[in-house]
């Protein structure tokens, strides 16, 4: 059942004109792509996609590439284009580990990551999104004052990610650990699929704002 259901979600998106197909092919050509000399930005591990559409329904002068590894996920994201199709977003089924295959050096103006997966063994503390292993992929596509913005209910994660900071040339800009009470940075912000949820139930959300 399982199996043929990722079947079903794998067809669809080779259908789908929303999906960036060969998104190798497109590094460095993104405004091309788009027609115009807008912003790119990405969020990475987009799951079912409410923020990125959010977003870019809010800002029809900036570009969106969504991000996700899974296409059962991404097929809801699609689903939701369907009803409401925007010009200015698509979106890439990947793993993000390919990223640089993707974009050009400093062609990204910003990225987002929201309720990142914890990987919780130290094993796999390298396939963590705010790691130091993808801070240094984020470094060569992000421009030169471009920014990541992390969202995290998982405070485990979140000590993580700013001790990845340590000895680096990222500082955090800004930073949270409970977003919804902190009237300068929650204003203007986007909840995402688990943010609703996890909020929803009481947990503080933590976030910071990066640059180098
Ligand atoms: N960002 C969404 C939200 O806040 O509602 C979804 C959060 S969910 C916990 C994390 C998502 O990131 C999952 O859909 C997962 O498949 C995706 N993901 C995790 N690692 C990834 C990677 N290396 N590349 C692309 N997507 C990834």
């Known amino acids: 059942m399982r199996l043929r259901n990722v079947t079903g979600s794998r067809e669809m998106i080779a259908d789908n004109d929303f999906v960036i197909h060969e998104p190798a092919e ?3 050509k993104w405004s091309e792509f788009f027609g115009n000399d807008n912003p790119l930005r990405v969020e990475i591990g987009m799951g079912k996609g409410r923020f990125i559409m959010t977003l870019a329904e809010q800002n029809p002068d900036v570009n969106y590439i969504g991000i ?3 296409s059962t996920v991404l097929l809801r994201a699609l689903q939701k284009m369907e009803v409401n199709p925007l010009p200015n977003v698509r ?3 990947m793993d993000a580990e390919e990223i640089c295959d993707v ?3 400093g062609e990204v103006d910003r990225i987002y990551l929201n309720f ?3 990987w919780p063994k130290d094993r796999h503390a390298k396939r963590r999104l705010p790691s130091q292993a993808f801070l240094a992929r984020y470094d060569v596509i992000l421009k030169k004052d471009g920014v990541v913005e992390f969202k995290t209910d998982n405070r485990d ?4 990610a700013e001790e990845e900071l340590q000895g680096t040339k990222w500082k955090e800009d800004a930073v949270t650990y ?3 009470n902190n009237e300068e940075m929650v204003r203007g912000n986007v909840m995402t699929e688990y943010e609703e949820k996890f909020s929803s139930m009481g ?3 933590c976030k910071y704002i990066i640059s180098r």
């Open 26 to 28: 497109m590094k460095g």
């Open 68 to 70: 996700e590894k899974y």
């Open 91 to 93: 979106f890439i089924r």
């Open 103 to 105: 974009f050009a050096e």
């Open 116 to 118: 990142s997966d914890p």
């Open 157 to 160: 994660l979140f000590d993580f």
């Open 178 to 180: 409970d977003l919804h």
């Open 203 to 205: 947990n503080p959300i």
